[in-house]
């Protein structure tokens, strides 16, 4: 398994933790099915239908990718759509707006020497009031679709509780991280993949995991306490560990929203900076351990080339035995960034 594509999966859930003091207790989960005056629909329909919330433009011949989810062809779903009062020809801004980059948009107004300030929605206003015949000229052929007030309250009301069926698995990965339930907070996440029409990664597998490496990264994360981190106090630690395997287990980007408002951080570095680099160092552990594993002995850091820092430059591109390679993060990393460096096996 590739440490860098880590995905988590399915894991049977045992009883929650008490919540943690602070966090929202999570809701209760709301089943599907949604339905119109008609039938019922399904999650990928719903879904499918939330993309022309606000407009949307189709061809009969794409949309290739949605007929194994819609278990028909998209015309096919479109058509009951429109039977059922949920889609309807769109009106000729939501056209412009779905066939239209807000730039090329703004290039339709110069032609006419119109204003070109605004929001992109204001600028079509401009040009349909304007020169409505020409619009409607530009978009000839082009078919764009948009919910009408039923398939709005319909899509609306789907994206909604596809919002809090989110917070609420995220919500409780936490609460299992904090309350030391590795294999429960990442067999949540895999519950949560597992319901969704499209699931992040590429060809993963969600009911095979967590395997036995996704359970070895997550508690080289909860270990990990970088060099580079400076005058982190000892209360700080275990949050920023459990952010940073939030990071890794959701893919997020920020950490903001698993820190306590009385985390204090390093002093050398962001929050959002540290929180990386604990998520740096325990892939580091992980991918490691990997390598000698496989009987890799001899590892070659990595930088980041001219962005690297003058500290980072001097350990970048140099071969090292397993033994003697240099802690990464790279201590004296003076980036604002944080280090980058990673380790690569060098085969003789």
């Not at 850091?301 to 090292?320: F, H, L, N």
């Amino acid at each position: 398994m590739n440490i860098l594509g880590f995905h988590f999966g399915r894991n049977p859930v045992a009883a929650s933790p008490a919540p943690k003091e602070g966090m929202p207790k999570p809701a209760p989960e709301t089943p599907v099915p949604i339905s119109s005056a008609s039938q019922p629909w399904t999650n990928a329909q719903l879904e499918f239908l939330s993309g022309f919330l606000h407009g949307s433009v189709f061809t009969a011949d794409g949309g290739s990718y949605w007929t194994e989810h819609l278990r028909e062809h998209p015309a096919k779903t479109v058509q009951r759509m429109i039977d059922a009062g949920m889609l309807t020809t769109a009106p000729l801004a939501a056209k412009l707006d779905g066939a239209f980059k807000a730039t090329e948009i703004k290039s339709l107004l110069r032609e006419r020497s119109l204003p070109v300030s605004g929001k992109k929605a204001d600028c079509i206003e401009r040009l349909v009031a304007a020169d409505a015949a020409g619009m409607e000229a530009k978009v000839a052929g082009i078919t764009t679709y948009v919910c009408t007030d039923t398939g709005m309250a319909i899509a609306e009301k789907y994206v909604a509780l596809e919002d809090e069926r989110n917070r609420v698995a995220r919500d409780e990965s936490w609460r299992r991280l904090c309350a030391g339930d590795v294999r429960g907070a990442l067999g949540v996440v895999a519950e949560f993949e597992r319901a969704q029409v499209f699931q992040r990664g590429l060809g993963v597998n969600w009911h095979n995991r967590p395997s036995r490496e996704d359970v070895e990264l997550t508690e080289a994360i909860l270990r990990a306490r970088p060099a580079i981190l400076k005058d982190v106090v000892e209360a700080d630690w275990r949050a920023l560990q459990v952010a940073a395997v939030m990071l890794e287990m959701w893919g997020e980007r920020s950490a903001k929203a698993w820190l306590p408002e009385t985390f204090t951080g390093p002093t050398n570095l962001h929050r959002e900076v540290a929180a990386r680099m604990v998520l740096f160092a325990g892939q580091h552990q992980a991918r490691l351990a990997q390598y000698c594993a496989s009987g890799i002995s001899k590892l070659e850091v990595s930088g980041c080339g001219e962005s690297s820092c003058p500290a980072c430059q001097q350990v970048a591109g140099r071969k090292y035995r397993t033994s003697d390679l240099p802690e990464l993060p790279f201590p004296r990393c003076t980036s604002e960034m944080g280090c980058r460096c990673m380790v690569l096996p060098v085969f003789d």
